[in-house]
């Protein structure tokens, strides 16, 4: 089997990561099939993305992503490549990944990925 387009990190252990993404892996359940995308747990792997920098509590807060020529993406930028293959979303990605609303979109990812991250550590999920 061929690399996937992109490998998507995140973490099970965060009930909303979890739910989020086993709902997208149900959206691309012919491209998970095909290989072209692979969602990986961290907590398996957690020095899975130390080659790039990427801490296991990097990875805890933030998605992280591998695309095809093995380029980190982080983010708001996971989560509009993942729209883009996403059947029926991409009109997501075109609209928050634009030039123009990709500042705030991945302002407005960070905001909430960080008040989701601390509410984790408050319920002690890891």
């Known amino acids: 089997m061929s690399k996937p387009l992109l ?9 909303v990561c979890d739910a989020g993404i086993r709902r ?3 959206r691309l359940i012919e491209a ?5 995308i692979e969602f990986r747990d961290i907590n398996f792997e957690p020095a899975a993305l130390s080659a790039f920098g ?15 020529g093995s380029r ?19 009109w997501l990605a075109t609209l928050l990944g634009n030039p ?6 991945r302002f407005a990812y960070d ?7 601390a509410w984790n550590r ?3 999920r890891w």
């Open 122 to 124: 408050h319920k002690c």
């Open 100 to 105: 123009i609303a990709l500042p705030l979109t």
């Open 72 to 90: 980190l993406l982080t983010g708001a930028d996971v989560a509009i490549a993942v729209w883009r293959m996403t059947p029926g979303e991409g």
């Open 24 to 26: 997208q892996r149900r």
């Open 54 to 68: 990427a801490s296991l509590e990097d990875i805890r807060r933030r998605l992280h992503a591998t695309d095809a």
């Open 32 to 36: 998970v099939k095909a290989g072209r």
């Open 111 to 117: 905001r909430f990925a960080d008040l989701l991250y």
């Open 7 to 15: 490998t998507v990190w995140y973490n099970t252990r965060c009930p």
